[in-house]
């Protein structure tokens, strides 16, 4: 929700991206935007059996049908997000099955360049994904 007056500026890689996709998501026709970053509120924390986690950003897209879908974001590998391989995993798994039972999809964000920029984001991420068995990603974002 908007706030009154300017928003205070993020302060990292992952409030930014929030940021980004807050707008990105609202242009896109998305209503019920909550994202991680200031200004807005808090995604609400997702309950899993293992460990609960919140995601960066979520909202709800109506569809042609007029069913709504839930859009859950998640940063990965990024300044003031998830960077530990096993939290990241632990992450996706949960959200992948949130936005499953939502009839939603995930996005991932991930810097282009990790590891002192030798390695594209997107290729670690696919293989994190691949080693532990996360199925689907609607779509990987890189900045």
């Known amino acids: 929700m908007r706030r009154q007056g300017k928003r205070p500026a993020?302060?990292?890689a992952h409030e930014r991206a929030c940021v980004l996709f807050a707008a990105y998501f609202r242009l896109m026709g998305c209503t019920g935007v909550y994202a991680d970053a200031p200004g807005?509120?808090?995604p609400e924390v997702i309950l899993g059996a293992q460990a609960n986690h919140a995601p960066a950003l979520t909202c709800w897209r109506n569809c042609p049908s007029g069913q709504r879908s839930a859009v859950i974001l998640d940063?990965?590998?990024m300044e003031g997000g998830s960077t530990d391989i096993a939290e990241i995993v632990s992450r996706l798994q949960l959200f992948y099955s949130a936005a499953r039972e939502?009839?939603?999809e995930l996005h991932v964000v991930v810097p282009l360049l990790v590891f002192k920029k030798?390695?594209?984001g997107e290729r670690v991420l696919r293989r994190i994904m691949?080693?532990?068995g996360v199925k689907?990603?609607?779509r990987i974002w890189t900045l």
């Open 10 to 12: 993020p302060r990292n």
């Open 75 to 77: 940063t990965a590998m």
């Open 118 to 120: 030798r390695t594209l």
């Open 136 to 138: 689907a990603v609607a």
């Open 102 to 104: 939502l009839h939603g």
């Open 40 to 42: 807005y509120r808090k």
């Open 130 to 132: 691949r080693r532990h």
